[in-house]
C-alpha cells in the first residue's frame, strides 16, 4: 500500500511561520557602519577611536580604530544591545564629535578640529554620491574580480 502525504495543519504552518517572523524582529539585527575621518585642511586622520554603544543599555558594541586612510568600518552582532545607538569619534589633541543611528548608519565624514581650535568636530552622513567619491574610492575593500 503507497503512503498518503498528509499536508501540515494550518495551525503548523502558522506557528512556524509566527517563529521566523519573531526571529527576524527579536535582534538578529546588525549593527552597521562605516566612514572617513580627517581633519580641517582634509588630511586623514588614523588611529582615532570609534566606539559604538548602545542608546538603551548604555552598553559598548563595536569599538575600532581608523587606518592610515582615515577609514573604519565595523559591524558587530548586538546581544540584547537594543535599536538606537551613538558612535563616537576621539583621538587625543581632537575635540571628541558624536553621531545618533538606528541599526545601521549612512557612510559618514568626520572632520575633528583641533583641541585649541574655536571650531567644533563634525561627523555628518554622506548621500550615495558623496560617499562613493569620499569613502568608497579610497577605504572600501576590493571587490573580487570573477574568472
Known amino acids: 500500500m503507497g503512503r498518503v502525504a498528509?499536508?501540515?495543519?494550518?495551525?503548523w504552518r502558522a506557528a512556524v511561520l509566527l517563529g521566523a517572523s519573531l526571529g527576524l524582529l527579536s535582534g538578529c539585527a546588525t549593527v552597521f557602519t562605516r566612514g572617513i575621518?580627517?581633519?580641517?585642511?582634509?588630511?586623514?586622520?588614523?588611529?582615532?577611536?570609534v566606539r559604538?554603544?548602545?542608546v538603551e543599555s548604555g552598553k559598548l558594541v563595536a569599538e575600532a580604530v581608523t587606518d592610515t586612510s582615515g577609514c573604519f568600518n565595523l559591524h558587530q552582532f548586538p546581544p540584547d544591545s537594543g535599536r538606537h545607538f551613538?558612535?563616537?569619534?576621539?583621538?587625543q589633541g581632537y575635540k571628541r564629535v558624536s553621531f545618533a543611528f538606528a541599526l545601521e548608519s549612512?557612510?559618514?565624514?568626520?572632520?575633528?578640529?583641533a583641541g585649541s581650535s574655536s571650531k567644533e568636530s563634525v561627523l555628518q552622513p554622506l548621500t550615495r554620491e558623496q560617499a562613493y567619491g569620499r569613502w568608497e574610492l579610497i577605504c572600501?575593500?576590493?571587490s573580487p574580480v570573477g574568472n
Open 37 to 49: 575621518v580627517h581633519d580641517a585642511a582634509g588630511e586623514p586622520i588614523g588611529n582615532a577611536s
Open 86 to 91: 551613538r558612535l563616537d569619534v576621539s583621538l
Open 52 to 54: 559604538v554603544t548602545s
Open 6 to 11: 498528509m499536508r501540515p495543519s494550518l495551525r
Open 106 to 113: 549612512p557612510v559618514l565624514e568626520g572632520t575633528l578640529a
Open 140 to 142: 572600501a575593500p576590493p
